[in-house]
């Protein structure tokens, strides 16, 4: 096969722009929080900064809001704090969203 046509064929084909989206809306699915190290252990991905940037944006695409808990935690007091996901329980309000 010719080089330009391999390439011709590649471009042609529909891109998923989101690879992740699938997997994590399923296993979101029903759930009002999740912690990320969690959501990562869950879709098969290591916990690493660069795979929590890739959910960030996929989380954010499908309505959650970022946040900074203890209570995400087992046992969770003071010192122990895990980041993750929540839906939000009110609508953002527009000027919010405009502002990020």
Known sequence: MRPLTHL?????????????????????????AIRTATLLDLIGLPNTAGNARRISRTMQSLGFVRIKSRRLMPGGYLDTVTRGWARPLRERRKDHQQHR
């Open 8 to 32: 011709h064929d590649v471009l042609s084909r529909p891109c998923d722009a989101d690879p992740l989206r699938s997997k994590v809306e399923a296993t979101v699915r029903g759930m009002n």
